[in-house]
């Protein structure tokens, strides 16, 4: 029997037989404004409240910009009370590697040496934070900017081997992770790397169409590994409680 945990976002957790899969890699993707962010931000803050050690690392946003977002809605509230009581972290990532990106660009005959380096530096920089937490859940926002972070010279296999190494070592921890990315450049690809959506465990996509002056948000779970899911296109909205997904009729 998998062992489910609860998303924290109403209305999801029936669409993925009763929550993520523990330990597992959750891929949600979706356009800039889509709504990423902020169920990430429920996921990890209703694992602190359960007592999961929740860790939230971002790549571009500055944590406080992502705290007043969620304190927006009633279930950020408590992140303050949360982060001093040490059940939730959120982070900025700032790699080692770009304090060396200056230098990097002087030193081309050692860069395959700096490759290996720069890995080696991320992944320390992430997991040190996950490790030192003893996190339990743990998002990523966003795997599309680690490419975007990088020296120009890392091709797309360095990305991919480093994503999968992540991935392999978050579920060596038992950790249930959320892993945000852009959509593809291309309609067919769910991930801006088009190889995260085949890494992950789980896929769940957002997105924001408008025709004239009605927009509608809708949410799909597009995989999710053991699980017998309801992959219909659910309408979700922007409440005070936070992303609330419609029911369905089944
Ligand atoms: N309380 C709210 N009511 C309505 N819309 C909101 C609210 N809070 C955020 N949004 C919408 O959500 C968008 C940002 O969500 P976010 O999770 O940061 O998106 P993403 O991470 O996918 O870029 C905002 O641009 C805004 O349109
Ligand atoms: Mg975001």
Do not use: H
Not at 38 to 58: M, N
Not at 84 to 93: H, Q, T
Not at 149 to 157: N, W
């Amino acid at each position: 029997m998998i062992e489910r945990v609860k998303t924290g976002v109403s209305g999801l957790d029936s669409l993925v037989g009763g929550g993520f899969p523990r330990g597992s890699i959750i891929l949600v993707s979706g356009q800039a404004g889509a709504g990423k962010s902020v169920l990430a931000g429920q996921f990890a803050v209703e694992g602190a409240r359960k007592g999961e050690k929740s860790v939230y690392l971002t790549f571009e946003q500055e944590p406080d910009a992502l705290r007043q977002q969620l304190e927006s809605f009633s279930f950020g509230k408590d992140i303050a009370a949360l982060e001093k009581s040490g059940k939730l972290l959120i982070a900025r990532v700032q790699p080692e590697y770009l304090r060396l990106k200056g230098k990097m660009g002087a030193l081309p005959d050692a860069l395959f040496k700096a490759r290996l380096n720069i890995s080696e530096d991320l992944r320390k920089d992430l997991l040190k934070k996950v490790k030192e937490t003893g996190a339990q859940r743990v998002v990523i926002d966003s795997i599309s900017s680690i490419p975007l972070a990088l020296p120009r010279e890392f091709d797309a296999g360095f990305v991919k081997e480093l994503i999968m190494d992540l991935a392999d070592e978050m579920r060596a921890l038992g950790i249930t992770c959320v892993a945000i990315s852009e959509l593809g450049l291309s309609p067919e690809w769910l991930s801006r790397d088009t190889y995260s959506e085949f890494i992950s465990d789980g896929v769940i996509l957002l997105s924001l169409s408008t025709v004239g002056a009605t927009s509608t948000r809708t949410l799909q779970v597009v995989k999710m590994r053991g699980t017998k899911i309801d992959a219909g296109i659910r309408n979700f909205e922007f409440t005070a409680k936070g992303i609330e997904v419609e029911a369905g009729d089944a």
